[in-house]
C-alpha cells in the first residue's frame, strides 16, 4: 500500500491503521486489569482512579463523534449480500465460507486477506481500503474468535461505511464488558482492542522522557516490556500522572 493509498485509508478510517503496528505489552495489560473497580467502572490505585472515555478514545482511532450517532447494535444482523458489494466478493461465495465456532458465526479472516491481496494486485485500491478496514474491525478493534470476523463486527463496520456511525461507544462498552467477566471468572481471557488501551494507559502513567515513538503521532507509546509492571503500578502515585497527554 503506497502514500496515497494510506491517506485514502486515513481519510475514510482514521487512524485505525496505525493500531495495527502498536506492539502490546500483555504483562502491562494483564497487570493492570487486577486495578479494575467494577462498581465504579474504573481503575482505582492508592490515591487516584483512571477511567477511559470517549473523548480520549476518539482522539487515539482518529474517529470523533461531532454530529455523527455513535454505533449500537440493532438487534440483528445485516445480510451477507450487503458486505458482499462492499468486499467484492459473491453473495455465496461468503455463505460457503462462512464459519460457525461456539456459536458464533462470522467470515473467516484468511478469507478477507486472500480477498485483499487479490485487489492490491489488481490496483483495485478503493474496495482494497474497505477489505483492510473491515479486517482491522475484526482483528483489532473487535476481537472475538481467532481467525473469525463475526456478524457483530461486520454489523459495526457497515454503520460506518454507509452510516458514519463511530464505533468509539461500542469500543469501549466492549472494553468494559471484558473486565467485567474478568472480575466474575478471574481466568476470563481480556478480549478488546487491547493495542488502544495499552496506548491510552501508557500516555497518562509515562512523560515524555525516553520513549519511542508511537505510530499514533499524537501519543508518545514506550515499549515497556522489561518492566516490571505490577512493581511499576503499584507504586504509582496521583502526582506523576500525565492527566493531559
Not at 492490491?120 to 483492510?132: C, G, N, R, T
Request: a neutral charge; hydrophobic letters at 40%.
Amino acid at each position: 500500500m503506497g502514500q496515497l493509498q494510506r491517506q485514502a485509508f486515513r481519510k475514510a478510517y482514521g487512524k485505525i491503521w496505525d493500531l495495527t503496528m502498536v506492539e502490546v505489552s500483555t504483562e502491562s495489560i494483564a497487570s493492570f486489569a487486577q486495578y479494575y473497580d467494577q462498581p465504579l467502572r474504573c481503575f482505582t490505585f492508592g490515591d487516584f482512579q483512571l477511567t477511559p472515555t470517549v473523548e480520549e478514545f476518539e482522539e487515539i482511532l482518529g474517529c470523533p463523534l461531532g454530529g455523527k450517532k455513535p454505533y449500537l447494535f440493532s438487534g440483528f444482523h445485516h445480510s451477507l449480500a450487503i458486505i458482499s458489494k462492499i468486499v467484492k466478493l459473491l453473495t455465496q461465495e461468503l455463505d460457503w465460507g462462512k464459519q460457525v465456532e461456539n456459536g458464533v458465526v462470522g467470515v473467516p479472516r484468511k478469507c478477507l486477506e486472500a480477498k485483499a491481496r487479490t485487489l492490491a494486485s489488481q490496483d483495485e485500491w478503493a474496495p482494497f481500503v474497505d477489505v483492510l478496514a473491515l479486517l482491522i474491525f475484526g482483528v483489532v478493534l473487535f476481537p472475538n474468535i481467532d481467525g473469525l470476523v463475526d456478524l457483530a463486527t461486520i454489523d459495526a463496520f457497515l454503520a460506518f461505511h454507509d452510516r458514519k456511525e463511530s464505533p468509539v461507544v461500542a469500543i469501549l462498552v466492549n472494553l468494559y464488558d471484558t473486565f467485567d467477566r474478568r472480575c466474575e471468572k478471574n481466568s476470563a481471557r481480556i478480549v478488546c482492542c487491547t493495542p488502544a488501551l495499552y496506548v491510552w494507559l501508557v500516555s497518562h502513567l509515562f512523560r515524555q522522557e525516553v520513549r519511542h515513538v508511537c505510530p499514533l503521532g499524537h501519543r508518545s507509546c514506550t515499549e515497556k516490556k522489561e518492566a516490571n509492571w505490577d512493581r511499576l503500578l503499584a507504586s504509582k502515585e496521583g502526582a506523576s500522572v500525565s492527566w493531559f497527554p
